[in-house]
T-cell receptor
Framework: RKEVEQDPGPFNVPEGATVAFNCTYSNSASQSFFWYRQDCRKEPKLLMSVYSSGNEDGRFTAQLNRASQYISLLIRDSKLSDSATYLC????????????FGGGTRLMVKP | SAVISQKPSRDICQRGTSLTIQCQVD?????MFWYRQQPGQSLTLIAT?????????ESGFVIDKFPISRPNLTFSTLTVSNMSPEDSSIYLC??????????FGPGTRLLVL
């Protein structure tokens, strides 16, 4: 079983749609959680951190369920510019170098 | 977040040769990381480079194949040695930033023929 699992997609959605990505992680000791965005031929860039209480940044909402070891990302009112690969990232050790990346979920927003 | 640059941005190399990739950060950092992203795959950590000590390699990666230098707190190099087509990949360096996560350089795209 992979340490961080994501549905690879692609998710093909029309502009304006709401889309949700899920991610599960296997290490119950994981401390910090993030969503990164990676555009084609670019490096991954931090989209948002995921907090236990859930957090929202504009059209993006991230939630964490520690009991189920599950992270989600919700994108509302999708834009063409949201087309990218979204990487779920887990840090099992805040003091060290234990970032583990999911395989990514590809999103394609179409007119 | 730190500003990270990498050289070269891309290269095409012949099998059996070696390529050294440079990573420069605009601030002093204790740890620098080297990742590989193979086509269609996610990121895999190659090694952690600490200034003043040998790099720490992850399972499946060895120093003879991926020697790393860390001469100071703002710079590191990764060499891909004796390349084969299987080494074709994107190589990324990263550093810790605020919020307990990492920030990445723009990557080096390597194609081995």
């Amino acid at each position: 079983r992979k340490e961080v699992e994501q549905d690879p997609g692609p998710f093909n959605v029309p502009e304006g749609a709401t889309v949700a990505f899920n991610c599960t992680y296997s290490n119950s000791a994981s401390q910090s959680f993030f969503w990164y965005r990676q555009d084609c031929r670019k490096e991954p860039k931090l989209l948002m951190s995921v907090y236990s209480s859930g957090n929202e940044d504009g059209r993006f909402t991230a939630q964490l369920n520690r009991a189920s070891q599950y992270i989600s990302l919700l994108i509302r009112d999708s834009k063409l510019s949201d087309s990218a690969t979204y990487l779920c990232v887990v840090n099992a050790d805040n003091a060290g170098n234990m970032l583990t990346f999911g395989g990514g979920t590809r999103l394609m927003v179409k007119p | 977040s730190a500003v990270i640059s990498q050289k070269p941005s891309r290269d095409i190399c012949q099998r059996g040769t070696s390529l050294t990739i440079q990573c420069q950060v605009d601030s002093q950092v204790t740890m620098m990381f080297w990742y590989r992203q193979q086509p269609g795959q996610s990121l895999t950590l190659i090694a952690t480079a600490n200034q003043g000590s040998e790099a720490t390699y992850e399972s499946g990666f060895v120093i003879d194949k991926f020697p790393i230098s860390r001469p100071n707190l703002t710079f590191s190099t990764l060499t891909v040695s004796n390349m084969s087509p299987e080494d074709s990949s994107i190589y990324l360096c990263s550093v810790w930033g605020s919020g307990e996560t990492q920030y990445f350089g723009p990557g080096t795209r390597l194609l081995v023929l």
